[in-house]
C-alpha cells in the first residue's frame, strides 16, 4: 500500500506561484510513476501533469503547460507541482497519485486526500 500526503496548496492571487508537494511512503518510490490531478468545483476531476519513474518523462496538460512544471526527488520520496502565473481557473482540488506503471497519465492505483488551492482575480 502506498501513503501520499500533499502539502503547499493556500490562497494566491492571480499571477502569483505555489508549489505543490506530494510525499510517499509504503513502496519504493523510485519505482511509482506520480501525476497531479485536479477537481474544481461541479466539474469532473482532471488530468494536470505525470512524471516518470526517474523523472526523465513528463506529460503537461495543455491548459497548464507554460506555467506548471512537475519534478521528482527521488532521494525524499517526494514529488513537486511548481505553479507560476496562476488563474482564477486554476482554482481546485489538486490530488496526487502515483501508479506502479513506469509512466501513466490516466491509470492510477493510489490517491491523496487532496489539497486546496484558491487563486483570487
Known amino acids: 500500500q502506498v501513503q501520499l500526503v500533499e502539502s503547499g496548496g493556500g490562497l494566491a492571487q492571480a499571477g502569483g506561484s505555489l508549489r505543490l508537494s506530494c510525499a510517499a511512503s509504503?513502496?519504493?518510490?523510485?519505482?511509482?510513476?506520480m501525476g497531479w490531478f485536479r477537481q474544481a468545483p461541479g466539474k469532473e476531476r482532471e488530468f494536470v501533469a505525470a512524471?516518470?519513474?526517474?523523472?526523465?518523462?513528463?506529460n503537461i496538460a495543455d491548459s497548464v503547460k507554460g506555467r506548471f512544471t512537475i519534478s521528482r526527488d527521488n532521494a525524499k520520496n517526494t514529488m513537486y507541482l511548481e505553479m507560476n502565473s496562476l488563474k482564477a481557473e486554476d482554482t481546485a482540488v489538486y490530488y496526487c497519485?502515483?501508479?506502479?506503471?513506469?509512466?501513466?497519465?490516466?491509470?492510477?492505483?493510489?490517491w491523496g486526500q487532496g489539497t486546496q488551492v484558491t487563486v483570487s482575480s
Open positions: 497519485a502515483a501508479t506502479r506503471d513506469w509512466f501513466s497519465t490516466r491509470n492510477y492505483d493510489y
Open positions: 509504503g513502496r519504493t518510490f523510485s519505482r511509482l510513476a
Open positions: 512524471i516518470s519513474w526517474s523523472g526523465s518523462t513528463t
